[in-house]
């Protein structure tokens, strides 16, 4: 039997590397790594953290993966689609491949509480979990892709379960980090549909205006995917503590990521380094610690790595190798006192209690 905890992780770019980073996430990560020897177009070529085999050897048994395509004006900093259209149509392409990672039998979709109870029951059988499909939950993130909103239903038949309206920037229909203001008219409409189709609004990358219009409107389940906490890193881009007390009252969990930026002050992309700034995973259980302690529990962390988010080890933690080694935040946690009821709240009970009620 697996000795390290049964893993959920709460959000996962599976897509986004397989579509446009070309990433045959089948293949083991020393060859994956291999393949890009090199190259060049991207910072994080040839520093991948994340196969299908590394989830299996660190026990992640359960993601929530993302289809993700931004909405750009002509002229935009930001990358991304000119078009609507065309970004709906890349998120497509990302479905298909989430269809055909299924029918290789590397992955299963998660639509319901059924799927998510006999999917953990056959990864906590106590069997050999290494050809075991990994489940995923289908979150997006970023709205913009929505042509307009009768695309919601058209996704939810697909299988889509969570929305993050904001990304970067300014969004289709809500502001993301780095940009300010409220939901605007298509925003509110969006919230009213996924409320309607009983979805999960995450409230991730949304601004400081945006969430607490969001969380005022928003009637269903809430999460945050991949959040930390501004008294680490004062950035719009992590919660306050204010926020994070708002997203407790919701019964709210919050997955606690790896990108280095997020979790040490004043990095520089291109310049800092991991090592440089100390970043480890000790500064993963103070994120977790911190959240614990505004809860007064454990009942409200879990992992939400992000992890090849368009960054890998050269944006990560140092102690870092890949995705398997998130396992070490839980000795640290353990040496902080954290028991192992603690540990299993935070490793999946946490994200499964959850999402058997939103489900």
Not at 17 to 41: F, H, Q, T
Not at 188 to 209: F, G, P, S, W, Y
Not at 252 to 280: F, H, K, Y
Request: a negative charge.
């Amino acid at each position: 039997m697996n000795e390290q905890p049964f893993l959920i992780d709460g959000h996962l770019d599976l897509s986004m590397n397989a579509m446009e980073w070309n990433r045959d996430l089948r293949v083991s990560i020393s060859e994956l790594n291999a393949r890009e020897e090199g190259m060049r177009d991207k910072p994080d070529r040839g520093l991948a953290t994340v196969t299908f085999g590394e989830l299996r050897r660190g026990n992640i048994g359960l993601v929530v993966a993302t289809q993700i395509a931004r909405y750009v004006k002509p002229g935009s900093t930001l990358p991304g689609w000119l078009s609507p259209e065309q970004a709906w149509a890349q998120t497509q392409g990302q479905l298909a491949w989430y269809q055909a990672m299924e029918a290789d039998g590397q992955l299963r979709m998660i639509r319901n509480r059924v799927d998510l109870d006999q999917h953990v029951a056959q990864w906590t059988d106590g069997t050999d979990n290494s050809d075991k499909p990994i489940g995923f939950i289908l979150s997006l993130e970023g709205a913009d892709s929505m042509v307009n909103i009768s695309y919601v239903e058209k996704a939810y038949n697909d299988g889509l379960r969570a929305i993050g309206p904001a990304h970067y920037g300014p969004g289709r229909y809500a502001n993301g980090t780095d940009a300010r203001g409220k939901l605007n008219a298509d925003g509110v409409a969006l919230l009213a549909e996924m409320d309607r189709l009983q979805m999960i609004l995450d409230a991730t990358h949304l601004n400081d205006d945006a969430f607490w219009d969001a969380l005022g409107r928003y009637k269903g389940p809430v999460w945050a995917s991949h959040n930390n906490c501004r008294t680490f890193v004062d950035h719009n881009r992590q919660f306050s503590d204010d926020m994070i007390r708002a997203l407790l009252e919701r019964d709210a969990v919050i997955g606690v990521a790896l990108d280095a930026w997020m979790m040490v002050p004043n990095w520089v992309r291109g310049t800092s380094t991991p090592l440089g700034t100390q970043c480890n995973m000790e500064i993963m259980a103070n994120n977790i610690d911190h959240i614990c302690q505004l809860a007064g529990n454990t009942a409200h962390v879990a992992v939400g790595s992000d992890l090849d988010g368009a960054f890998g080890r050269e944006q990560c933690p140092y102690d870092l190798e890949t995705i398997a080694d998130i396992q070490k935040v839980f000795p640290i946690l353990r040496s902080r006192g954290y028991s192992e009821n603690d540990i299993a709240q935070i490793a999946h009970g946490n994200w499964l209690r959850f999402m058997r009620k939103a489900l």
